[in-house]
């Protein structure tokens, strides 16, 4: 019985001590299921925990210690209030920028947005540069209410004397086809590498038309793709539950890579939609999750050269792509970049 308690008690200190932590650092992309109902919930269930260990035998036993487990259990809603407080400040302080400097800064930002009235403040005041679209801004909806809310901030742009927003969507095409629903999901490049190389280019720039003329339809006018990474090894990176390279990745074949991708931004360049090309300095040789860790990439670049940077070389010398960069330190070109990092 003793042994029982003593465990349930030492479940009560680090359980709570989670609910501190979650509290602080609600603000952070991991916690985003915290943010709204969840927010109320993690702040009821410590309320009513506390409540709990107050009449419980916790105090009775051993009074010192039970109340600065209540405390504890009473901290949470502070830390809630306190990280939502310096949020709106932060967020205060932005909205209150000078004009000039507002614009000077903002057009090198684009933002993914929950609210409309939220982003259309920033787009208006030229904070932002533009904004990005992606599976919660179209679920539940029709294609011509989230082309509506894009015009609208459009029209919002121009009546405040700005440039058009870049609006982005990220629609590679397999399991990265983000606004699909509403637009059609298409197989990945990947399913063309088996085709003779003139069906590739073809069916590619048929897939680009489709992309281009679909987005282009919504008013998006930048698509995150495609992929230039080369496919990794089955066995290279068994931890990558969230970038997911193997299943996205074109091929493993520089020359396949940069063919099929080349068709492809031309078919979304001739429907007025712009092209990123990622992950450079590529993400098929690195060994971690980058969503999660920092990731080093140890090839000699002589290989890198001959191989996994041909595609973009080639890709960015004949089309008007944009280049993403990957979160990937290069240990040959920069060694001790990571420990800086770290350090500062």
């Known amino acids: 019985m003793q042994i029982g308690k003593s465990i349930g008690t030492a479940l009560a200190w680090i359980a709570g001590l989670v609910f501190v932590l979650a509290g602080?650092?609600?603000?952070?992309?991991?916690?985003?299921?915290?943010?709204?109902?969840?927010?109320?919930?993690?702040?009821?269930?410590?309320i009513v925990v506390a409540v709990l260990l107050l009449r419980g035998c916790c105090l009775?036993?051993?009074?010192?210690?039970?109340?600065?487990?209540?405390a504890l259990w009473c901290l949470p809603p502070i830390a809630l209030l306190a990280s939502h407080a310096t949020f709106e400040l932060r967020k205060q302080g932005v909205l209150r920028t000078e004009p000039a400097r507002a614009r000077l800064l903002g057009q090198h930002f684009i933002v993914g947005y929950s609210s409309f009235d939220e982003v259309a403040r920033l787009a208006e005041a030229g904070l932002i540069g533009g904004i990005y679209v992606t599976r919660h801004n179209a679920a539940g909806r029709t294609g011509a209410a989230l082309k509506g809310e894009i015009a609208a901030l459009q029209d919002k742009r121009r009546v405040a004397g700005l440039p058009p927003l870049i609006v982005a969507a990220d629609q590679e095409g397999g399991i990265v086809s983000h606004l699909a629903p509403p637009l059609a999901k298409l197989p990945a490049l990947a399913s063309l590498t088996d085709l003779a190389p003139d069906q590739q280019r073809a069916k590619a720039e048929e897939f680009g038309r489709i992309h281009g003329q679909e987005l282009a339809s919504l008013g998006v006018n930048l698509n995150f793709a495609p992929v230039l990474d080369l496919r990794p090894g089955a066995r290279r990176n068994r931890f990558d539950f969230n970038t997911l390279i193997s299943q996205r990745a074109i091929s493993d074949d520089p020359i396949n890579v940069g063919t099929i991708a080349s068709a492809y931004i031309h078919g979304l360049e001739a429907s007025g939609v712009a092209a990123t090309v990622k992950h450079f300095p590529g993400l098929g040789r690195v060994r971690t999750d980058t969503h999660h860790f920092n990731a080093d990439l140890d090839t000699p670049v002589d290989e890198l050269e001959a191989a996994d940077w041909r595609p973009f070389r080639e890709v960015l010398s004949t089309t008007d792509a944009r280049l993403m960069v990957g979160h990937v330190a290069v240990s040959a070109l920069d060694p001790g970049d990571r420990r800086r990092i770290q350090r500062s």
């Open 24 to 46: 602080i650092h609600n603000n952070d992309p991991y916690l985003v299921m915290l943010r709204g109902t969840g927010n109320l919930v993690l702040a009821v269930t410590s």
């Open 60 to 70: 009775r036993e051993s009074r010192r210690a039970g109340k600065l487990l209540v």
